[in-house]
């Protein structure tokens, strides 16, 4: 399934390699990779979820 969404990184994100977290989005779903290691499964969670997180990581 995670191979049809369309995934994007961060802006701060430079293009160095290394670590990078990249998200697609759906209406009910926000899909969550490592973009160095695609072999492991996206987490999937509520979009209320990864409001909640974001808020967490900027604070």
């Not at 191979?3 to 969550?32: I, M, R």
């Not at 509520?46 to 909640?52: A, V």
């Amino acid at each position: 399934m995670s191979t049809d969404l369309h995934w994007f990184k961060s802006t701060y994100s430079g293009n160095q390699g290394g670590d990078c977290v990249e998200v697609a989005t759906c209406p009910h779903t926000v899909h969550v990779r490592d973009s160095k290691d695609l072999s492991v499964p996206a987490l999937a969670v509520s979009p209320d979820t990864w409001t909640s997180f974001v808020e967490f990581a900027a604070s």
